[in-house]
């Protein structure tokens, strides 16, 4: 076995689960998902037939990846965090036909407690805070907060605050990387 799996978890026929991949206690892991390699899958996880986890992906305690969830590589997925996959649920009508799909881009943070709103893409190293409701996309870099969630400023790769200067450029405090601040409002960093 390329992965390893605490003796509570259930590991379903048919999951997909890659080298280095870390699964803990009381997890469930559904026949048809696919995890990539060297994840972290924290207590009490959920991943759904469907779901996709890119590689290095973190998800911690007391979260459920549902149907139509696509994790893209180096995403976080504070404790407690919360994803739908329906708009308009009720118990007594069936729509998983209807399912809508929601793409967390690669490196992006959703922080504990969070809920996402199916239908939705959060941009590549955004940064949802802890508590919030996301209920519109997110676009890349962008640092959102609050109940619905709105844009507050924006983040690095690393996830340190950036200050753009008049010309409309920032360096992350902590990586020393360059980012510019489009005329188009996007933020793109300098290679």
Same mark, same amino acid.
């Given at each position: 076995?390329? !992965? &390893?799996?605490?003796?509570?978890?259930?590991?379903?026929?048919?999951?997909?689960?890659?080298?280095?991949? $870390?699964?803990?206690?009381?997890?469930?892991?559904?026949?048809?998902?696919?995890?990539?390699?060297?994840?972290?899958?924290?207590?009490? @996880?959920?991943?759904?037939?469907?779901?996709?986890?890119?590689?290095?992906?973190?998800?911690?305690?007391?979260?459920?990846? !549902? #149907?139509?969830? +696509?994790?893209?590589?180096?995403?976080?997925?504070?404790?407690?965090?919360?994803? %739908?996959? @329906?708009?308009?649920?009720? #118990?007594?009508?069936?729509?998983?036909? $209807?399912?809508?799909?929601?793409? @967390?881009? &690669?490196?992006? %943070?959703?922080?504990?407690?969070?809920?996402?709103?199916?239908?939705?893409?959060?941009?590549?190293? #955004?940064?949802?805070?802890?508590? #919030? +409701? @996301?209920?519109?996309?997110?676009?890349? !870099?962008?640092?959102?907060?609050?109940?619905?969630?709105?844009?507050?400023?924006?983040?690095?790769?690393?996830?340190?605050?950036?200050?753009?200067?008049?010309?409309?450029?920032?360096?992350?405090?902590?990586?020393?990387?360059?980012?510019?601040?489009? +005329?188009?409002? %996007? +933020?793109?960093?300098?290679?």
């Amino acid at each position: 076995m390329a !992965y &390893q799996a605490h003796a509570t978890a259930v590991i379903d026929d048919g999951a997909q689960i890659g080298d280095g991949t $870390k699964i803990w206690h009381f997890s469930h892991i559904m026949d048809g998902c696919k995890i990539g390699s060297n994840c972290i899958i924290g207590q009490n @996880v959920f991943i759904a037939e469907g779901a996709v986890l890119g590689n290095r992906v973190k998800v911690q305690n007391n979260v459920s990846v !549902y #149907s139509g969830v +696509v994790c893209e590589d180096d995403v976080f997925l504070g404790p407690s965090c919360v994803f %739908t996959n @329906v708009i308009n649920p009720r #118990s007594f009508v069936e729509r998983k036909d $209807k399912y809508l799909a929601t793409l @967390v881009g &690669q490196g992006a %943070t959703v922080g504990a407690n969070a809920t996402v709103v199916c239908g939705h893409t959060i941009g590549r190293y #955004s940064m949802i805070g802890a508590g #919030s +409701v @996301v209920t519109k996309d997110v676009p890349p !870099y962008a640092l959102v907060v609050g109940n619905p969630a709105r844009q507050v400023g924006w983040v690095s790769e690393y996830g340190c605050r950036l200050s753009f200067d008049k010309a409309g450029f920032a360096v992350c405090p902590e990586s020393g990387m360059r980012y510019r601040l489009a +005329v188009s409002g %996007t +933020v793109e960093r300098i290679v």
